[in-house]
């Protein structure tokens, strides 16, 4: 039977979510991935080539993990029999496999130096930190409710609290002036903005070591914040992603050893996400953690999961891992190292070149200034000088605009998604390139 | 002074605090029985046998050769670590070519290369449960509504619901008709759904059905598609069970529809597909969305960010399902198995006079077991469910978690055991029906020596130790097709 189309029908309507531009991939953040992806530098094949330095990637200790593989394959695959296959393919249970949970808590605790506990009890398992994210701002605000969010801030996180929760995002400006510290200042200001929109706010969610900053969060100001979120009686979501990346140790204080240091009073109000995909360079498993202190949002974070479950094949690679101790000791302090060299050398080679960089300590990634360049301290002057760097010097770096950064000029740029000699490639570019456009001021000026 | 966190209740989301999660729902009771004394053929044979999980696993043998045959589908051996570096890395929301080039390879194999899919429409998802969140997000509002027929699977109660704030509308099936869905039952939900001023998006559809284990015939998806085509609603049909049709060549996808009627608007054409049901890879996540709609495709590609398929599994099964000799052996021999299975319960409860709704599809079967209630309500099945839980110790489903119109339907669920738990179940099953009938005929005794209505009592006693079909106007009678031998 034929069906008949009797008039032309408008077109079939999609919900306003599918509509809405809140998915943000029109954003310049991803304009320069486009530029990369035509034109990919390669060592060999294509020298020329855009070098991608907009990808907060961890690539300098893969071979650890490989290592690892090679000497642990039966544990890392399906256990001594193949028949553990079959235990693992039905293995659906949202709480997650004991075991991967268990290695997840001893993981993150290692990664602080034991300086706080975690219950594996309370580790809810999501396919990576976007849907961490997300779920958490489902169970923590109604569409309309605010989150105060301090800039700049990861790109992703106006898609991941924003799109489909219908939830905002007022952020609380940190400055240059005072090295983007996030002061009680800029938490009340940003509050009470909030408020006169006539948005409720429903806590505040910070990334620390902070991601575009490559810096973490001092006690000091950890503590205010704290104090902040208490006092109106508000949530405090701790994005730890990059705890693992951290050059030196003991400078990282994560939110859970204050709670620990104020023996878990009042700490219903805190909320952790953890991932693996910065700290061990596993994006691709998609392994993320929501952390809870409040057993109400852990059990509803769980029952929420179910929609953003980890493949039970990578949970029991990974549950093997991680359990290893010796392992895991032994990568977190090497990761830690490379990290750290990485940042070195960049660092110097902008330096060389006349760019000054903000004092970081963790990270992929560090937060260029390149303001005393701007032809005007503008949005507008930022984006002239990203499109120059990306077409001229052909480097994809990330400018803070897409940050929300309210200072002008500075931008992020990735240092450990590639090798050293691509790295060196990429500061030669810049230093000759900042060499000719100090001789053509010169010249101009003359 | 620190104002405490007293009152969480106000400090959460609402749908954080309300009961969307759905797991108030019966259906979860006895699961939580079952949990509590799980049946083990050594260590706890009384215990209670799970039959309320919809699981396959049936051929894990195949794929288990398949893997020690193919050592580098997994990056964890030797010959497959060349891989991990590449496939831990990307994260590209595309998926790996390979592994949406078989799926697509795989989907078409399922449906007897009848139709062929494109692997750039290949979206991923959290499992199928995450596919239909994300369809529902991409295509209504808060407040808007899917139509569903009755009776449907539990789940899409949250799955559709409960984050998306987007509303269900009942499309009433019944048991005379054998639960087929009727333009007058769609078009009846269409106009409640309109009464109550509700805006009505699009019909979802399960083929083959959970919980009937039936599959869709040609001229009702012809049906399906002129309704939804006239109304300018969207079709999402969830074809999660294709590869447990036993017969399988009489299985007819949407895909094969819409290739039959090039006048459809394909803009409204969505497919939701798994591996857990018919791969039996619950555990591994792999929720496919496939649309016809570009758009569609587009944004749920962006959405698939919340609920991506670990490249670890992408990589494997990018292998294993591209295998086409694999494939085709897996799919048949897996058809075949479920037949057997399939058979020895139809042939177990027939000796018994139980009935259900004659089916070749799915992992369960929809069994009568009306005559079971004292009385003809919902009630009386939680009372007679309860007694199948506890005293039989058989977790099944009630049809009335499945929102059923009629009490005295539930789901029974075959392949998640050996065959000596099927012969378990079964005999329990048998122990109770024939202690049930010694006590019915016991009392019909006693009444006929108190009230002398011994033709009626004798022919109503004849009619329940012979399950042969039943007159039409008998009180007992039932429209399910006698189960075959």
């Not at chain 1, 991935?33 to 034109?39: F, G, P, T, V």
């Not at chain 1, 750290?340 to 330096?351: D, F, H, Q, T």
Request: aromatic content about 10%; hydrophobic content about 40%; some cysteine.
């Amino acid at each position: 039977m034929a069906i008949k189309i009797v008039k032309a029908q408008p077109p079939v309507e999609l919900s306003k979510i599918a509509v809405s531009e809140t998915h943000g991939e029109n954003s310049p953040y991803f304009a320069g991935w486009k530029a990369y992806d035509e034109n990919p530098y390669h060592e060999k094949h294509n020298p020329h080539g855009v070098i991608q330095m907009g990808l907060a990637e961890n690539q300098v200790s893969f071979d650890l993990l490989e290592e690892y593989l090679a000497s642990n394959q039966e544990a890392a695959s399906w256990g001594k029999k193949v028949s553990g296959f079959r235990e693992n393919a039905l293995f659906q249970d949202y709480h997650g496999l004991l075991t991967f949970r268990k290695a997840m808590a001893s993981f993150m605790e290692q990664v602080r130096g034991g300086k706080a506990k975690f219950d594996p009890e309370r580790v809810v398992l999501t396919a990576g930190a976007t849907a961490a994210n997300e779920l958490l701002t489902f169970i923590l605000a109604n569409p309309g409710d605010a989150l105060l969010v301090p800039t700049p801030y990861y790109p992703g996180f106006d898609r991941d609290l924003r799109w489909r929760t219908g939830v905002e995002i007022v952020p609380i400006h940190c400055e240059s002036s005072n090295k983007f510290q996030i002061t009680p200042e800029a938490l009340e200001s940003a509050y009470d903005h909030a408020r006169s929109m006539n948005m409720k706010v429903r806590g505040v969610l910070i990334t620390n070591p902070s991601n575009p900053l490559g810096a973490t969060i001092q006690r000091k100001f950890l503590e205010q914040i704290l104090d902040f979120v208490t006092r109106k009686n508000i949530h405090l979501v701790s994005d730890e992603i990059y705890s693992g990346s951290v050059f030196h140790s003991d400078e990282f204080v994560s939110i859970a050893e204050i709670l620990e240091s104020r023996n878990y009073q009042d700490s219903e109000r805190c909320h952790i996400v953890y991932s693996l995909s910065k700290d061990l360079g596993l994006p691709g498993f998609r392994v993320g953690t929501v952390y809870s202190y409040n057993n109400q949002v852990v059990t509803t974070a769980r029952r929420m999961s179910s929609f953003t479950l980890i493949s039970s094949q990578t949970q029991f690679l990974l549950a093997s891992m991680l359990s290893d101790k010796d392992f895991t000791e032994k990568y977190i302090k090497i990761n830690r190292e490379r990290l750290r060299k990485r940042y070195e050398m960049i660092v110097n080679g902008l330096k060389k070149a006349g760019i000054e960089c903000l004092k970081g300590n963790a990270g992929l990634f560090c937060w260029m200034n390149l303001s005393p360049y701007l032809k005007e301290a503008t949005r507008e002057g930022e984006l002239e000088i990203w499109k120059t760097i990306m077409e001229e010097v052909k480097l994809n770096i990330s400018p803070g605009s897409s940050c929300r950064c309210s200072d002008a000029g500075w931008f992020r740029v990735c240092f450990a998604n590639m090798s050293e000699e691509t790295l060196e490639v990429a500061l030669t570019r810049l230093y000759e390139f900042m060499d000719r456009w100090r001789r053509d001021r010169h010249v101009l000026s003359m | 002074m620190e104002v405490a966190m007293k009152n969480t209740q106000n400090i959460l989301s609402k749908i954080a605090t309300n009961d969307g999660h759905g797991e108030n729902s019966p259906y979860f009771d006895g699961w939580k029985a079952y949990d509590s004394n799980p049946f083990h053929s050594q260590h706890n044979p009384t215990g209670v046998i799970q039959m309320g999980l919809a699981e396959n696993m049936l051929c894990f043998d195949l794929i288990e050769e398949w893997i020690q045959a193919n050592p580098a589908a997994s990056i964890c051996t030797q010959q497959g670590a060349a891989d991990f570096r590449e496939t831990a890395i990307f994260q590209d929301y595309h998926g790996l070519p390979e592994f949406r080039a078989a799926i697509a390879n795989f989907m078409s194999q399922v449906r007897g290369n009848r139709v062929a899919f494109d692997p750039d429409r290949i979206v991923m998802s959290g499992g199928a449960t995450g596919a239909h969140e994300t369809l529902a997000f991409c295509l209504a509002d808060p407040g808007e509504a899917f139509l569903v027929p009755t009776p449907y699977y539990p789940g899409f109660d949250r799955d559709l619901r409960w984050r998306t704030g987007v509303k269900l509308v009942p499309v009433v099936c019944e048991s005379s008709n054998n639960f087929k869905i009727t333009m007058e039952a769609l078009e009846t939900a269409y106009e409640n759904a309109k009464l109550a001023n509700i805006k009505v998006k699009g019909l979802l559809i399960t083929n083959p059905s959970n919980p009937l284990g039936t599959f869709l015939d040609r001229e009702t998806l012809k049906n399906l598609v002129t309704f939804i085509t006239e109304k300018n609603i969207h079709l999402i049909s969830d074809e999660i069970y294709a590869g447990t049709v036993t017969t399988g060549d009489e299985f007819v996808s949407i895909a094969e529809i819409i290739k039959e009627e090039p006048k459809c608007n394909l803009d409204l054409i969505h497919i939701v597909y798994s591996l857990s049901k018919d791969m039996g890879f619950p555990g591994f996540r792999v929720g496919i969305v496939y649309s016809y709609n570009n758009t569609v495709v587009n944004i749920a590609r962006k959405m698939s960010s919340f609920g991506l398929v670990s490249t670890q599994t992408q990589h494997m099964l990018g292998s294993m399902l591209s295998d086409n000799k694999f494939v085709d052996n897996f799919i048949s021999e897996s058809r075949t198995r479920l037949a057997h299975r399939h058979d020895m319960f139809t042939r177990g409860l027939a000796q018994v006079g139980i009935g259900s709704l004659e089916s070749n599809a799915g992992l369960f079967f929809w069994m009568d077991l009306r005559r079971f209630l004292k009385e003809p309500t919902f009630e009386s099945e939680m009372t007679f469910w309860r007694t199948i839980i506890y005293d039989i110790k058989l977790n099944v489903s009630p049809g009335s978690s499945f929102h059923c119109s009629e009490p005295g339907w539930f789901r029974v669920c075959f392949a998640n055991m050996d065959d000596e738990t099927t012969m378990t179940a079964l005999r329990r099953i048998k122990r109770f029906v024939l202690k049930n009938k010694m006590l019915e005929i016991k009392t019909m005794r006693q009444c006929w020596q108190n009230n002398q209505h011994l033709r009626l009592s004798s022919r109503r006693l004849d009619e329940m130790l012979t399950p042969h079909r039943m007159s039409p106007h008998s009180p007992l009678a039932s429209p399910l097709v006698r189960a075959h031998n």
